[in-house]
């Protein structure tokens, strides 16, 4: 596709349920970031993939969440056992190398009841 | 402690006249400063960027400043149209981060009135 995909657009977890969201970057861009999006905030940084390799995790707010990107391209977050405080906009961004702008997908919302 | 702040949660403007939005920031290793514009159930697209060597950038419509002395930068929008109304988000970068990690503030809802 020309731009970079996220699903599901819209995620409805019960509390406990783990979920994982996918992103398709735009084909051949080398980094890709995630982003999590409480309402009325910007977005913060959770985690980077440069190619495979996950260079900075320090974003992820607890280890029920765990990010892969096994082939350097689509990328998987997953957050385990669900808490309503999850819930936010997802969104995923790429870019075709360092000191580029990033392209952001159209975000995965996710909404934990 | 928030590194970037949007001090004004919205804006509301006449169409033709002229936004001003506003981005404070306190890391002094921010080096690269980006605007993004976010439609509602959208992603944010980048809008226009500044690098710390300069105080100015145009591109069409939209002008960025920067005053690095103040840790300040501003968006000009000239002439407002309403196409324009939508949350635009400072998002500073440092260059020598791994990466292109971008640090972003709470955002400004721009209305632009017919």
């Known amino acids: 596709g020309a731009g970079v995909s996220q699903s599901p657009r819209y995620k409805v977890a019960k509390r406990g349920q783990d979920v994982a969201l996918r992103c398709d970057p735009i084909s051949g861009h080398v980094s890709l970031f995630w982003y999590q999006q409480a309402l009325g905030q910007g977005p913060e940084f959770l985690t980077y993939?440069?190619?495979?390799?996950?260079?900075?995790k320090s974003g992820l707010p607890s280890d029920r969440f765990f990010a892969e990107r096994p082939e350097g391209s689509v990328s998987t977050l997953k957050i385990q056992r669900t808490q309503q405080e999850d819930s936010a906009v997802y969104l995923c961004a790429s870019h075709p190398n360092t000191n580029t702008e990033a392209f952001f997908g159209q975000g995965t919302r996710l909404t934990v009841v | 402690d928030q590194q970037v702040k949007q001090n004004s949660p919205s804006l509301s403007v006449q169409e033709g006249r002229i936004s001003i939005l506003n981005c404070d920031y306190t890391n002094s290793m921010f080096d690269y400063f980006l605007w993004y514009k976010k439609y509602p159930a959208e992603g944010p697209t980048f809008l226009i960027s500044i690098s710390s060597i300069k105080d100015k950038n145009e591109d069409g419509r939209f002008t960025v400043f920067l005053n690095k002395s103040a840790k300040h930068l501003s968006l000009h929008i000239v002439p407002s149209q309403p196409g324009d109304s939508a949350v635009y988000f400072c998002a500073p970068n440092a260059l020598n981060n791994a990466g292109n990690m971008l640090t972003f503030g709470g955002g400004t809802r721009l209305m632009v009135k017919p």
């Open positions: 993939f440069q190619n495979e390799a996950q260079l900075d």
